[in-house]
């Protein structure tokens, strides 16, 4: 098939210059690529048009129902994919992780835009700062969507996680995307897109994708632009320095090489959880994908006592992987990408070869059960032994981007710790140990080398989602030579694609703009209870009064024998004395809030459906006995969950 870009809301189909794909499987043309009839500078306009306008007439709320709405979508018609994912050398398992790993992202990101984010276009960042002496010009931080476009270069490995991970967060900030697969298995991330275009569900010019090179897109990038890269070092490198893009500072957030760790601690021997915890998740790294993840475990870092043992181990549960076609039955590990990948994981092997020696896997003479081993990019799982760490340099920065991992023994945990660091920045690294003090000197000892530390032991193994697995609220990124980048990260992620401002003025005017109640804004009184008015019909700075209570110790008694709280402060006056915050016995806390409750509560059935509690409560001034409370409630800001309720 001649693969498509969808730009300027139509499909261009692939250009006479058209390059074929190959099958990892057999090698034979998938499809062909090029994007040389693609109008780059119109496809730009586009976005920052149509998609821009379509999407900011979206609030976040808006945005994000449409986001789960694609996430069911998909899910519906999610069959085809898998089918197709198998060209890519994906076994079922594999496809499981791009295909539904990366819907599961839009449902996470669609689920924390309800529940988190307001109604608007603006969301706030920190609280009220006051700059006046009487409270009438203050200021605030606010972030808002920038107005440019995301340019999202992706890897080959996966082409339907790794785009739908980069989409969510941009298009639930309120950006438009052009998204870049890479081109060996393009044919699956168009597959997708085409289901998204057929949903009718984004905006015009939210989404657009290039099947091929991108040709001048980049010179036509702004300072309100962001590119977003997965990919090699070397590449990252070229595009960071491309003109357009240093001189307009746009933003740039890289995902690249990471030779990730896995560190056993020095506590753990053979026949401990721990021990086999720490050999089963150094196999399923190196074989999930046939080893070709950005957070596959290059580096198994182990005591010299054990390091025997854990080749052992290794080599054993090695020996039962059956590599071949992924959809041949028994076949556990599918091949690399295609024999180019393979050619290149052979030249990384050699470089390694010069401080290592092969414990497992031959990758001159592979197998393939169902396949011809020839035809495509089949290469066994190789376990590598370094032979003298201390003075080995390329295990640490060369990346064998397949089945590959290499063995190195360390004589304490400082030694391990700067092994560990040797990587100069990795995506994760993950540490398994029974011992807190040896789990807390890691952290502290490697935690700025990585974006994430998976530790894990037999408390948390049966639910570990494991080593490789990036998880849509957790930061996926890393220092160094990883990149710098932090893509997802829950809420993390949108800030990306927002540009923070520190607004001036009065409170009423900067409550209006932020659509949040500021103290020392104008309050709106005389309307009917808000508890008798319904969601849509309140305002803003809508505020009710209400009488004084007078709170007697008789109340305060009460309270303590009802609930059983009959802490000193509040029973013994001379105890309470004694105490530096009271002047003597005082109410409790929880009581001035059930009497505040009591205060401005309407108690017939009306709009109001529950009270879900109370953030940032505090209790900052004492009552005593016979002082009188009142209460102020006012409307500071209103967030819909549904049609029927906010």
């Not at 990366?102 to 969301?123: H, K, Q, S």
């Not at 091949?335 to 990758?363: S, T």
């Not at 890393?478 to 540009?499: D, F, I, N, T, V």
Request: glycine share 10%.
């Amino acid at each position: 098939m001649k693969l498509a870009s969808y730009a300027c809301n139509r499909w261009i189909d692939a250009a006479a210059d058209a390059q074929p794909i190959p099958s990892a499987i057999d090698g034979t043309t998938i499809a062909l690529a090029s994007s040389g009839d693609v109008d780059f500078a119109a496809m730009a306009a586009h976005a920052r048009t149509r998609g821009t306008r379509s999407l900011r007439r979206l609030t976040f709320q808006g945005r994000a129902a449409l986001l789960k709405k694609l996430a069911q979508y998909l899910s519906d018609h999610k069959a085809p994919l898998y089918d197709l994912s198998a060209q890519t050398g994906a076994t079922r398992r594999d496809s499981a992780i791009d295909i539904d790993g990366g819907i599961g992202t839009l449902f996470v990101y669609a689920g924390m835009g309800r529940r988190e984010l307001p109604d608007t276009n603006m969301l706030i960042d920190g609280p009220q700062l006051s700059l006046s002496r009487n409270g009438s010009f203050v200021g605030r931080h606010v972030e808002t969507p920038i107005d440019g476009i995301a340019v999202h270069v992706n890897a080959y490995n996966f082409p339907c996680w790794g785009m739908l991970e980069k989409l969510a967060p941009a298009f639930l900030a309120g950006v438009p995307c052009i998204v870049k697969p890479a081109t060996q298995t393009a044919y699956l991330t168009e597959a997708m897109v085409r289901l998204i275009v057929a949903s009718g569900l984004l905006p015009e010019g939210a989404l657009q994708l290039v099947c091929g090179r991108l040709g001048d897109l980049f010179d036509h990038m702004t300072g309100q632009d962001l590119v977003s890269f997965t990919g090699s070092l070397e590449t990252s490198l070229v595009l960071r320095n491309h003109p357009a893009i240093a001189a307009n500072a746009t933003r740039f957030i890289a995902e690249r090489d990471s030779l990730n760790a896995a560190i056993l601690g020095p506590d753990v021997a053979p026949g401990s959880p721990e021990f086999d915890i720490f050999v089963r998740e150094v196999v399923r790294e190196m074989t999930v994908k046939a080893g070709q993840k950005c957070t596959a475990i290059r580096r198994i870092l182990v005591p010299a006592a054990q390091a025997d043992a854990v080749a052992d181990a290794i080599v054993q549960k090695l020996s039962r992987v059956v590599v071949g076609d992924p959809r041949a039955e028994g076949v556990t590990m599918g091949p690399l990408v295609g024999l180019g990948q393979r050619d290149d994981v052979r030249r990384r092997i050699d470089a390694l070869l010069a401080e290592a020696e092969i414990v497992f896997g031959d990758p001159e003479n592979p197998t393939a059960q169902g396949a011809d081993p020839a035809a495509g990019g089949y290469l066994p799982p190789i376990l590598l032994r370094a032979r003298d760490p201390k003075r080995a340099t390329a295990l640490h920065r060369v990346e064998a981007f397949g089945p590959v991992s290499t063995l190195v023994a360390y004589d304490d945990l400082d030694d391990a710790i700067t092994l560990a660091r040797r990587g100069e920045g990795s995506l994760v690294a993950t540490a398994v140990t029974y011992d807190p003090a040896v789990a807390g000197d890691l952290v502290f000892g490697i935690a700025s080398y990585h974006g994430r530390l998976h530790l894990v032991d037999r408390d948390s193994a049966a639910e570990s989602t494991g080593h490789g697995s990036p998880l849509p609220g957790l930061v996926h990124g890393g220092p160094g030579r990883a990149g710098g980048g932090e893509e997802m990260g829950g809420l993390r992620g949108l800030h990306h694609y927002l540009q923070r401002t520190a607004l001036q003025g009065s409170p009423a005017l900067l409550s209006r703009l932020t659509g949040h109640w500021n103290k020392g804004a104008p309050e709106v009184t005389g309307n009917a209870h808000p508890f008798r008015r319904g969601f849509d019909a309140l305002a803003l700075g809508e505020t009710i009064h209400t009488a004084p209570r007078t709170v007697t110790l008789a109340d305060i008694e009460h309270f303590a024998q009802f609930t059983g709280d009959t802490f000193y402060a509040h029973m013994d006056d001379e105890a309470a004395r004694a105490n530096p915050f009271f002047p003597g016995r005082v109410a409790h806390g929880y009581l001035l809030l059930s009497f505040a409750a009591g205060l401005f509560v309407d108690p017939a059935p009306g709009p109001v459906l529950a009270n879900y509690g109370l953030d940032s409560l505090r209790f900052m001034k004492p009552v005593l006995p016979d002082d009188a409370i009142a209460v102020r409630l006012t409307v500071k800001q209103k967030s819909p969950r549904n049609a029927d309720y906010g």
